[in-house]
């Protein structure tokens, strides 16, 4: 499925050519013209990014990225600042305002492709599309592939992406509450417990040459995925 990035931009032409470069680079644009259009579509599912106009009709883009970083429900989506304005004050004031980063216009298509790779890997590590492994378990988050030596498994899909975010964020304890942000959303809400549950599940699916191991239970604190002997 193609990332949805949100284009929010009043000059036609402008918007259109980010646009053309988003489909030409397999992301799946949508188009607004201004900050009321963009409030509209901003709904779930939640776009994967904002690419957003310092200048707008209805209001400034600054003001606009401040809402979206108050609201529960949005604060988590990475927004990148079209600006001509490339004055460090004014990128102080955007940075404050909760925005991922800049890209000041005029800019070439490969910047603002690089920009938005690199902002979403920076905000969420388990978009890496390269296959990951570790001591013989691969996981190609592609393909929804999981192996052990080769051994095909089955996953399902919320223990898909608990594997997926355990092999990207390895040797570091996560508490449940952690672990329900980051696998789950910010927006779901379900009881602590739930982690406990899939984390027997997915014990479950890797076990047989000992990866069940892999998932280690640290009293008090929360999980750990590491290659390590617990103590």
């Known amino acids: 499925m193609n990332r949805e990035i949100l284009v929010v931009e009043d000059e036609a032409p402008i918007r259109e050519m980010i646009c053309f470069v988003l489909e030409q680079n ?28 310092w200048m707008l009709p209805g209001g400034t883009g600054v003001k606009f990225a401040k809402t979206l970083k108050q609201s529960e429900f949005t604060r988590n989506i990475p927004i990148i ?6 004055d460090e004050d004014d990128k102080v004031k955007g940075f404050e305002a909760g925005v991922d980063d800049y890209v000041t216009k005029p800019f070439s298509p490969k910047e603002l492709i690089a920009r938005i790779k690199a902002v979403i890997r920076r905000v969420s590590p388990t978009s890496i ?10 996981l190609d988050p592609v393909a929804h592939r999981v192996a052990i030596n080769e051994r095909k498994l089955d996953l399902g899909p919320t223990e898909f992406r608990l594997l997926h975010f355990f092999m990207t964020h390895t040797e570091r304890v996560y508490s449940r509450e952690q672990l329900l942000d980051n696998v789950w959303g910010t927006n779901v809400f379900v009881e602590d417990r739930t982690v406990d549950v899939h ?22 604190s929360g999980y750990r995925f590491s290659g390590q002997v617990s103590q």
């Open 81 to 86: 600042m079209l600006t001509a304005r490339g």
């Open 26 to 53: 397999g992301y799946n644009p949508i188009p607004a013209a201004d900050i009321n259009v963009a409030q509209q579509l901003i709904k779930e599912p939640y776009p994967d990014l904002i690419l957003l106009d």
């Open 199 to 220: 984390i027997r599940r997915l014990r479950k699916a890797i076990s047989g040459d000992g990866h069940e191991h892999f998932i280690q239970t640290v009293r008090g």
């Open 129 to 138: 599309e390269e296959t990951i492994e570790f001591h013989g378990l691969s």
